[in-house]
């Protein structure tokens, strides 16, 4: 193909020829065509062999007109050209952008396909060996660490929907993802970035930006977020084009962004020359975290059409995003997935997958820690090499998650040793290898420092060396061979260093201060979340943790009692503690916030010491739990709570002991009602056949049997396409007719059979049920309350086919009219407009009760039949009809006037104009200080105590200063709030890194 430019010079030329042509032949006719001019004069044009006679003048004047006529064409010759130039080099711009968007998309395909795991000489192809990970919004009290393994019942746990990723990105376009290290994120944002250049993602962009927030910290700290995302590109693909480009990108919402590890950012990135006391360095830390959360701000308020997802773990969350944030949890892996990733690690029909499954399934700590992806890894590797799991002697380790970490590092380096063979004899040993990146670690770790630069990694480097006796210039290659055998350390561009995660620097770091038995390192450090990590794996490592765990019970506590929180942590890794009597000390502080009396925060104090004692899972625990139960000495919801957690803990025989329960008429129905949903909760499928067996005994409580309904709903829903458990099905449809079952438990049935029905994650329905049901519609015997149950489980099932039988059944008289009211709405609610006809022909019956020509006008409002222009006549007439009932009328034109798209909006509460301008503003930052002051208001009465409760609720959303901690730590003590208020200073506090005191003389103290 020819060049653009190579056109347009033979054009040019070729104009050119046609031109000196045009000008010879015009001087022959101007010849020709004036007798006077010819005269014997001659003249000879060698250009073309022609000889011409004429006079001397006349040959001038010929040539002075032919030269205008030729600047006359020239002009427009050139006018011409110009503007097909224009055109090309207009038309080169627009493809060269789209050009280069697809090479970033492809070499960022390339980056992503390989996912190195550690310990994996060659990468894992990430779109095979992906495991996909559940989200769901947060705020569940499912949320709390009781359950190994989280239900997914029918795409919803703990009553809060589960959604993949993708689901979760399209439906609220901003999100922070939440999840423990090791959880999964940073492969879970690759995925989706990888997905997103592939075009895979529906209805959201093709263009994914991967950016980790760590690296941005620490590379630029002070820059704008948007010029060191473009930075970043022009770095990797460089192109001006590129950067303009993708600025319309941004405006126009095609971009996906993904930003990863905000907790990360929670570092001493920005200090120089910092003072090293702990409060300076804390408010280095702050200082990065605000100014990285201030960029993504920035930058989602320029640009609110961007999808853009935020990871950051749990603990490290300070929240402080704009309100467009959504929170989401990500998930723990389940059994099946983990049967899907050791397939991937160590392919199928591997014996090792069912060897490494059944130690898995053997012990429940195992089990629990499985559930992490990270130490799913580790495990998997462990086991190749070994045939077992580590019992806890490794070096430098002395408990199962240490022990993996330490018996995978040294895997690690006995691979390098053997790779290196006997080519090449080091005095820098695997064990040099790992000393010194203990010394990085610590040296690092001190600093709050997750990314590091080389030149500063090297001064460590060449001084450990120095100190060991290597010459100081092996330092480039002990660098390299520490990054490039196995990732230990992993290199950043440009010229930037860090660990693989941040769990491996907080080992390193652990095993340091193990070694040179400096525990002060640690416990000087506990206030900050910063340290929880590494103090964790201290206390796992050490010969005597009881030391360390004095040392944290022996700082004063805050009101959230944070440090007994810790060491009850410590306790769930099983430290060696040669001190007698401190183990039971802690766990018995921990049962006393369980049972203590009520105090503003108790709640949310009794909440985390129940998880904390779930996490140390002694058999006194859940001995401790049993009878917490059995005596119900506490309040209904902690109730609830220990139920869960002891179902979670429990072995097959505590299982039993449980399902007991359920029908010893001498314990209270309460306690069995939370019995039975800690039992579905928990996805025990071996207790189906006892469940169903309570259900139609009348001499268990009624309110029992409806929470074991529920119960066999969640249990019998399926997880996966196709999968469920057909035993439960047929017995409970033979349960809906059964007249002498109390008609509110099969009430309940009916509602287990509607989750049974359909699986919304998969979008899967069973048409046997729905058959049946149809069929108990029409069947008189059956109670109309369960009949009116089963008819809004048939309209949210969606199945339009089922609509024709719908309306035979809501045309028969002899069928209870609250009945065909529910048939009715259900017709509404599955949505086939084909209906509407037959619809509007029975809203003028009088033969019909008004009450189910009320829910046929809610029907055809659902149906959008109060916006048809075919429909609206139909209405209209009925409205000025005299023989049709006045409330069916009144019903018609309220829907018409709605239009079925205006909502009802709820009774506003009467609290006062400054009330309600408060309320405002409860999502702006800036207006805290208005809201603050409101709620610390002597004359409460002014407010309604649900506003004051919203108010608390935002000032907990938002606070970021001492000031808010000092205003609501001022409320404590309010009996109406101080529950709501505890749990939002607990909020505000982490993110300014402050702790509340009780003060000796009354009051609290802000620290």
């Not at 992906?130 to 705020?139: C, Q, S, T």
């Not at 029908?663 to 169903?692: C, H, M, T, W």
């Not at 009088?846 to 139909?874: F, H, N």
């Amino acid at each position: 193909m020819k060049s653009p430019r190579r056109s347009a010079c033979a054009t040019v030329a070729r104009f050119a020829v046609a031109l000196l042509l045009a000008l010879i032949l015009l001087t022959d006719l101007i010849y020709l065509a004036f007798p006077v001019l010819r005269s014997r004069y001659s003249i000879f044009i060698p250009a073309v062999g022609i000889q011409l006679q004429m006079e001397y003048r006349q040959a001038i004047a010929a040539g002075v007109i032919g030269l205008l006529l030729l600047a006359l064409i020239g002009y427009f010759v050139r006018r011409r050209l110009r503007e097909r130039l224009v055109k090309q080099e207009s038309t080169e711009a627009e493809i060269q952008p789209e050009a280069l968007a697809m090479a970033y998309r492809h070499k960022l395909m390339a980056q992503l396909s390989q996912l190195k795991v550690v310990g994996v000489a060659r990468p894992l192809d990430l779109e095979t060996s992906y495991i996909p990970l559940r989200v769901r919004v947060e705020g569940s009290e499912a949320a709390a660490p009781f359950l190994p393994f989280p239900p997914r019942v029918g795409g919803t746990e703990g009553g809060h929907e589960t959604m993949s990723p993708r689901e979760a990105l399209a439906r609220f376009r901003h999100l922070v993802l939440l999840g423990e290290p090791g959880a999964g994120k940073t492969t879970l944002l690759r995925h989706l970035a990888f997905q997103a250049a592939q075009g895979k993602l529906e209805d959201l962009p093709d263009f994914p930006i991967f950016i980790s927030l760590s690296h941005f910290a620490a590379a630029a700290p002070q820059a704008s977020l948007l010029d060191f995302v473009i930075r970043e590109i022009d770095a990797l693909y460089g192109s001006p084009a590129l950067r303009f480009y993708l600025e319309e990108r941004l405006e126009e919402g095609s971009v996906l962004l993904l930003l990863d590890g905000l907790d990360e950012t929670y570092s001493d990135q920005l200090a120089v020359d910092r003072p090293p006391s702990p409060r300076a360095k804390l408010e280095g830390t702050e200082a990065t975290y605000r100014h990285v959360v201030g960029q993504i701000n920035v930058l989602t308020a320029r640009y609110p059409r961007v999808p853009v997802v935020v990871t950051s773990r749990r603990a490290g969350w300070k929240g402080l995003l704009a309100a467009s944030f959504h929170t989401l949890e990500v998930l723990k892996l389940e059994q099946d997935d983990i049967q899907r990733f050791l397939i991937n690690w160590f392919g199928r029909g591997s014996e090792r997958v069912w060897e490494l499954q059944r130690a898995i399934s053997q012990n429940p700590r195992v089990q629990a820690m499985a559930a992490n992806p990270l130490l799913l890894s580790l495990m998997a590797l462990v086991f190749e090499e070994d045939g077992r799991l580590p019992a806890g002697q490794a070096r430098p380790s002395g408990s199962l998650r240490a022990g993996l970490y330490g018996r995978a590092l040294e895997l690690l380096l006995e691979k390098w040793e053997t790779h290196r063979g006997r080519k090449r004899v080091s005095r820098f040993t695997a064990e040099h290898q790992h000393d010194l990146l203990e010394e990085v670690a610590l040296h690092f770790h001190l600093r709050r420092h997750l990314c590091f630069p080389e030149a500063d990694l090297s001064g460590i480097t060449a001084s450990y060396l120095s100190a060991v006796g290597l010459p100081a210039d092996w330092v480039p290659t002990a660098l390299k061979r520490i990054s490039a055998q196995y990732g230990l350390l992993r290199e950043q561009p440009p010229r930037w260093y860090s660990f693989p995660h941040l769990t491996w620097q907080e080992y390193f770091a652990a095993a340091a201060i193990s070694k040179k038995g400096r525990l002060e390192l640690a416990l000087e450090g506990i206030p900050d979340l910063w340290w929880e990590g590494t103090v964790l794996f201290l206390a796992e490592m050490l010969e005597d943790a009881s030391p360390l765990l004095e040392g944290i019970l022996n700082q004063e506590d805050d009101v959230f009692r944070s440090n007994l929180m810790l060491a009850g942590r410590c306790l769930a890794s099983k430290p060696r503690l040669k001190r007698a009597g401190l183990r039971e000390s802690i766990i018995e502080q921990l049962q006393e916030l369980v049972e203590g009396e009520y105090h503003p925060g108790s709640l949310f104090l009794r909440q985390r010491a129940i998880g904390v004692l779930v996490e140390i899972g002694d058999p006194s625990i859940v001995a401790y739990f049993q009878s917490l139960i059995i005596t119900r000495k506490i309040d209904r919801t902690v109730h609830r709570w220990v139920t869960t957690a002891l179902a979670s803990l429990g072995d097959e025989s505590t299982i039993t002991d449980l399902v007991a329960l359920l029908s010893d008429q001498r314990i209270d129905f309460a306690v069995r009602i939370n019995v039975a949903a800690a039992l579905g909760s928990l996805g025990d499928k071996s207790v189906i056949p006892q469940l169903l067996a309570l259900l139609p005994d009348e001499k268990v409580d009624y309110r029992v049997r409806m929470a074991v309904a529920e119960a066999l709903g969640s249990l019998g829903a399926c997880p996966e396409p196709g999968r469920r458990d057909e035993s439960i099905t047929p017995q409970l449809l033979r349960l809906l007719p059964n007249e002498k079952i109390d008609y509110r438990v099969r009430v309940r049935v009916a509602e287990a059979l509607g989750v049974l029905g359909a699986c919304p994650e998969h979008g899967r329905r069973d048409e046997s049920i729905t058959s049946q049901l149809l069929r108990l519609l029409r069947n008189e015997k059956v109670d109309y309350n369960v009949r009116m149950t089963v008819a809004e489980i048939l309209g949210s099932l969606g199945d339009k086919s089922i609509a024709p039988r719908l309306l035979a059944i809501l045309g028969k008289k002899k069928i209870d009219p609250d009945v065909r009211a529910s048939i009715a709405a259900a017709l509404g609610s599955l949505g086939d407009k084909s209906v509407v006809p037959q619809l509007l022909r029975l809203l003028p019956n009088e033969k019909i009760d008004p009450s189910i020509r009320w829910r046929i006008v809610d029907a055809l409002g659902a149906l959008g039949a109060m916006d048809d222009e075919s429909t609206v006549p139909d209405l209209l007439g009925l409205l000025s009809n005299e023989k049709v009932d006045s409330s069916v009328r009144v019903t018609v034109a309220e829907a018409m006037g709605e239009k079925t798209v205006t909502p009802r909006l709820p009774t506003p509460i009467p609290v006062g104009r400054e009330a309600a301008e408060a309320l405002r503003f409860l999502d702006d930052r800036s207006k805290v200080p208005r809201l603050l002051a409101l709620l610390s208001d002597p004359d409460k009465k002014k407010l309604d105590r649900s506003v004051r409760l919203k108010i608390v609720e935002a000032l907990g959303a938002l606070g970021d200063d001492r000031i808010t901690a000092e205003g609501l730590a001022a409320l404590l003590d309010d009996e109406e709030i101080g529950s709501a208020v505890y749990q939002a200073l607990f909020l505000v506090c982490q993110r300014i890194g402050g702790r509340v005191f009780a003060g000796e003389g009354g009051g609290y103290e802000v620290r």
